[in-house]
């Protein structure tokens, strides 16, 4: 069964911290992978995206990563800041279907002052 | 505006009624999506449309229906609304097959009692 993990669930950390999270999928056939950022009380929006060729984006003070082989994607978030509280979530694009998205269920991140 | 708007953002309904969920959007995208959001879980694909006139079940369509008479708009509706659809409600659009990027409105929180 296609699915996507995510892990933690949950993260707090101090502004200026770096942190990494963890997404483990086991879509098949895979086309890509997306991070999103959903701010509390407002639709996700898309942070990056990742194909089968790449194995690392950045977008400003967020990279993400990919390892094809081992079904596996990091978020890692540079020098936090208060803005970046919000879930992030992983969403996998399986390639055998024109609409399908698996979705993970999320880490919410708290940056605290 | 440009973008896509959801009515209302917030909404109380009682058990047995029907309730419509509004989804507008201005890109002419021909993907539309409806998807609810509850905690713990990621998001659970309700119905889609491929194009005006062409729908078609998601992972949770039990107890609701949608339309697509035009390209832009894309209600929900719940034919006897239940508790247990208490949720937010997230509308989506995406503009071609293969770019998976979603465009997400703001969401509508509905409570059954």
């Known amino acids: 069964k296609n699915q996507v993990e995510q892990s933690p669930q949950s993260l707090i950390i101090l502004e200026g911290k770096n942190c990494t999270l963890q997404?483990?999928?086991?879509?098949?056939?895979?086309?890509?992978l997306r991070w999103y950022k959903q701010d509390t009380g407002r639709g996700p929006v898309s942070l990056t995206i990742m194909t089968f060729s790449e194995n690392t984006k950045s977008n400003g003070r967020y990279t993400a990563t990919l390892d094809a082989d081992t079904k596996q994607s990091s978020l890692h978030i540079t020098a936090s800041q208060l803005s970046d509280s919000a879930s992030y979530i992983c969403v996998v694009s399986p390639a055998d279907s024109n609409y399908q998205l698996i979705w993970g269920a999320g880490t919410k991140l708290i940056i605290k002052p | 505006d440009a973008g896509i708007t959801q009515s209302p953002r917030y909404k109380i309904t009682e058990t047995g009624r029907q309730v419509t969920l509004m989804c507008h959007q201005t890109?002419?995208?021909?993907?539309m999506f409806w998807y609810r959001q509850d905690l713990g879980h990621g998001l659970r694909l309700i119905y889609y449309?491929?194009?005006?006139?062409?729908?078609d079940k998601g992972e949770v369509p039990d107890g609701y229906v949608v339309s697509r008479s035009k390209t832009e708009n894309f209600p929900l509706t719940l034919e006897s609304a239940t508790r247990s659809q208490t949720s937010v409600y997230f509308c989506a659009s995406r503009d071609r097959v293969g770019n998976t990027e979603a465009f997400f409105g703001q969401g509508t929180r509905l409570t059954v009692v």
């Open positions: 890109w002419s995208h021909s993907y």
């Open positions: 997404c483990n999928y086991t879509v098949s056939p895979f086309s890509n």
């Open positions: 449309s491929a194009a005006a006139d062409i729908t």
